[in-house]
Antibody
Framework: EVQLVESGGGLVQPGGSLRLSCAASGFTFNDHYMDWVRQAPGKGLEWVGR??????????EYAASVKGRFTISREDSENSVYLQMSSLKAEDTAVYYCAKAIYDSSAYYHMDVWGKGTTVTVSS | DIQMTQSPSSLSASVGERVIITCRASQDLKNHLVWLQQKPGKAPKSLIYGASYLQGGVPPRFSGSGSGTEFTLTISSLQPEDSATYYC?????????FGGGTKVEIK
């Protein structure tokens, strides 16, 4: 069974840092791109960023709202992906989900399995 | 960035009714669109990818259609367990963006 389990969420002060982890199982992790998506309380979904796989040099993409503050990395030997968040703001308060991305017949990647999420609260 | 506009933002329908949700994109997506279902307090679940391909395990009462800039999600016969918020999301370019969601309630 494909599983994604996020951890590392919590309460952090504005300007602080936090590192989220996502542990994957049930699939060949190093074949896939991985995404982070967040959802502020009572709001819709916002894509945060993506990390590609080794054949694509682990390159990354980010939403403008987090670029320069957040960094996505992965450790294929541990089947894990990470989201390092710094210079946190109140508006970063959200549930953060990791998702596995798979390519379709046109070789474009879409998210097909999501974790349950971890909650980040930025407040003094 | 590609803007995704869903309509309606909410609807109420009876069990057995046919429900249609529309998603419009500000640019041509070809068929690079997914539909997601999210129940309260739960993670999103992918229902449809490539605009019309059902994810494994999704009931066949769900279907998707469209290409380019206009897409629809149809629930052919609404069931009580379909009460949820539905989102469209494109994957044609970066940044990936989502529609604002459609909340489906059962009458």
């Amino acid at each position: 069974e494909v599983q994604l389990v996020e951890s590392g969420g919590g309460l952090v002060q504005p300007g602080g840092s936090l590192r989220l982890s996502c542990a994957a199982s049930g699939f060949t992790f190093n074949d896939h791109y991985m995404d982070w998506v967040r959802q502020a309380p009572g709001k819709g979904l916002e894509w945060v960023g993506r990390i590609r796989n080794k054949p694509k040099s682990y390159t990354t993409e980010y939403a403008a709202s987090v670029k320069g503050r957040f960094t996505i990395s992965r450790e294929d030997s541990e089947n894990s992906v990470y989201l390092q968040m710094s210079s946190l703001k109140a508006e970063d308060t959200a549930v953060y989900y990791c998702a596995k991305a798979i390519y379709d017949s046109s070789a474009y990647y879409h998210m097909d399995v999501w974790g349950k999420g971890t909650t980040v609260t930025v407040s003094s | 960035d590609i803007q995704m506009t869903q309509s309606p933002s909410s609807l109420s329908a009876s069990v057995g009714e046919r429900v249609i949700i529309t998603c419009r994109a500000s640019q041509d997506l070809k068929n690079h669109l997914v539909w997601l279902q999210q129940k309260p307090g739960k993670a999103p679940k992918s229902l449809i990818y490539g605009a019309s391909y059902l994810q494994g395990g999704v009931p066949p009462r769900f279907s998707g259609s469209g290409s380019g800039t206009e897409f629809t999600l149809t629930i052919s016969s609404l069931q009580p367990e379909d009460s949820a918020t539905y989102y469209c999301q494109h994957y044609n370019d970066y940044p990936l963006t989502f529609g604002g969601g459609t909340k489906v309630e059962i009458k």
